[in-house]
């Protein structure tokens, strides 16, 4: 009797139709535990990042270093960082905005005499080349 009962469950559960739950599930965002902050803490992952990216240990001093740290300190939400193409995207906007900024404090009627520029290029041990323009004038 039990191979048949098997026969009979197993044509009982054909002719029902096996349901599927992949209509009900969804993605759930992983929760970020919240650390609590300590100046051990705080000083622990300051010193893994300077290692890490190889930074000057005065840049824990340097004033917009500290001016970040300052305006992170205030998010209420948490703090989302930029990946590397919204901040090259960035710095090239910014560069560009100075550049027309530039541009139109040497056209306006302050600078009224002459434009004086240096110019200066050189090689890195590690083979970076650099080349740099520094202009000078009076304001009056």
Same mark, same amino acid.
């Not at 969804?26 to 650390?35: N, R």
């Not at 960035?90 to 530039?102: G, R, V, Y």
């Given at each position: 009797?039990? &191979?048949? $009962?098997? *026969?009979?469950?197993?044509?009982? =559960? +054909?002719? $029902?139709?096996? %349901?599927? #739950?992949?209509?009900?599930?969804h993605?759930i965002? &992983?929760?970020?535990?919240?650390? +609590?902050?300590? $100046?051990i ?5 300051? #010193? +893994? ?6 930074? &000057? ?5 340097? &004033?917009?270093?500290?001016h970040?740290?300052?305006?992170? /300190? *205030? =998010?209420? @939400? ?11 995207? =960035?710095?090239? $906007?910014s560069?560009? +905005?100075?550049? @027309?900024?530039?541009? %139109?404090?040497? @056209?306006s ?5 002459? #434009? ?6 050189? *090689?890195?041990? @590690? ?8 202009? /000078?004038?009076?304001?009056?």
């Amino acid at each position: 009797m039990l &191979p048949r $009962d098997v *026969q009979d469950c197993k044509a009982k =559960a +054909k002719a $029902d139709g096996q %349901s599927q #739950i992949d209509g009900h599930l969804h993605e759930i965002e &992983p929760k970020v535990a919240k650390i +609590k902050y300590t $100046d051990i803490l705080f000083k622990e992952v300051a #010193i +893994k990042w300077l290692v890490a990216t190889d930074q &000057p240990i005065a840049a824990f001093e340097h &004033p917009k270093f500290k001016h970040m740290i300052y305006v992170v /300190s *205030q =998010a209420q @939400n948490g703090v989302k960082i930029p990946d590397c193409r919204q901040m090259r995207e =960035a710095i090239i $906007d910014s560069f560009k +905005k100075q550049m @027309n900024h530039l541009h %139109s404090r040497l @056209n306006s009627p302050a600078v009224t005499g002459v #434009i004086n520029l240096t110019c200066d290029a050189w *090689q890195a041990l @590690n083979v970076d080349g650099y080349f740099t323009v520094t202009g /000078s004038w009076i304001e009056e």
